[in-house]
Structures are given as C-alpha cells and as structure tokens.
C-alpha cells in the first residue's frame, strides 16, 4: 500500500480531456520522483528525468509548491508533441476538481536543446500557475498589458507576437461592432497568458534563444505587476 502513493493510474475516467486519440497516450502510470515531486510517465529515459529534475529547482518556489499541490505529470515525446510543438501544457479546467483538471506537461526531444529546456519547461508550468489565478488577478494584469502595449509593440518572443498581433487585428474591428465579442475576448485572452508564461520564461532563462532582439517591452514593469497583481515573485 505504500506505493500506491507513488504511482498515478490516470485513465479515460480521470482524464477526459485525453478522450481524442492523438491524446490517449496521456494515459497509463506515472511515477513519483522523489527528488522533484513531480510525476514522469513510467519507463521515461533516466537522464531526460534527471535534466527535467534540475531544471525544475530553478523555478520559483510558487512553481514548485503549485505542481506538488496539483500533482503534475510529465511525459517525453520523440519529434514533436502530440499537438506539433516543441512543449506542450494539457488540462481541463472546465472540471472541477484538481484530479479531473489533471495538469499535464509533455515535452520533446526539440526542447533538449542547449539552453531550451529552461525556458520551456517555465512557459508550461506557467500555464498552470496562470490557470489557478483568480479571474480578479487575471484581468489585473490584462489591462496592466493592455495599457502598455500598441501597434509598434514588440513583444518579448516572435511566438508571443504573432498573439498579439491576432488581439490588435480585431481591436479596430470590435470597436465598430464588426468582430464578434467571443472572438475579440478570445484573442485578448490567448495573448495575455502566451504573453504571461513567455515572459516568465525570458526571465528565467536569461540566453532563451527565442527573445527577440527588437522586443521592446519593460521585463521590469511586467515582473513589477506579477508581483503586484498576480503575487509572483521572479
């Protein structure tokens, strides 16, 4: 019985958001490491572990104590994830409880790159740290982002921009009535949080090879108004 605690068995009844195909390979066994409290997919390679291990003490400790509470499970993926990106964060927040939520982080070989791993492994773990913000603390520091930025904004990764870049597309429109309301919220929230976990990690990762040299937003300002609107210390 006392390994019974160490193992999850997660299956179509406590995790239905890997009811599609391409994601039922998101069910089966995860064991617990000890050393990180975090969950890998049994049979992970050992030393992918081990770097995923010691990358994930350079996260903030919020981070840390988030992933334990949530009980997080990581799996590694050949090529690309299951849905074509380097790292990829799953869950289902329309439930209602942590364990059928259940926080999901599958990484792939393109993010044991050198100096990528940090970086990625913060922006999904950011996810779910944004995910478990109050919608009060949220939209804080959504009009925090949305009174500095403009049309010559330049965010801090090519990937966050092109979000932005979608939300500004529509901000004309919706204000003539000309874009629905679902889709003008849509973009504006999409970009927020890519924008919130992006920038968590170009701060952690202080070579991440993603920045963008042009970026032209204040990494102080926005560390200030984690701290102030989402208390996120980095």
Request: hydrophobic share 40%; charged share 20%.
């Amino acid at each position: 019985m006392a390994n019974s605690k160490k193992i999850l068995e997660l299956g179509p009844s406590q995790r239905r958001w890997a009811m599609p195909r391409h994601l039922q390979r998101f069910w089966g066994q995860y064991a617990l490491n000890n050393e990180s409290g975090l969950y890998f997919a049994r049979g992970s390679s050992a030393a992918r572990v081990q770097i995923v291990v010691e990358t994930f003490k350079k996260l903030p400790p919020q981070f840390a104590a988030l992933c334990h509470e949530w009980k997080l499970t990581v799996s590694f993926a050949e090529g690309w994830t299951a849905t074509g990106n380097a790292s990829t964060f799953y869950a289902d927040f329309s439930q209602s409880s942590p364990a059928d939520i259940s926080p999901h982080v599958e990484i792939s070989e393109q993010s044991f790159k050198p100096g990528v791993i940090i970086g990625h492994l913060a922006h999904e773990v950011a996810h779910l740290f944004w995910r478990t913000r109050t919608f009060e603390q949220k939209q804080a520091y959504r009009i925090f982002l949305a009174n500095s930025c403009s049309a010559d904004t330049v965010e801090v990764t090519a990937y966050v921009q092109d979000f932005l870049k979608e939300y500004l597309g529509t901000l004309k429109d919706f204000a003539r009535g000309k874009v629905h309301p679902n889709l003008h919220e849509g973009n504006f929230n999409r970009w927020t949080e890519e924008s919130f976990c992006d920038t968590v990690a170009t701060v952690l990762a202080r070579k991440h090879p993603d920045r963008s040299p042009a970026c032209t937003i204040s990494v102080k300002q926005r560390r200030k108004a984690m701290a102030e609107f989402l208390q996120l210390f980095i």
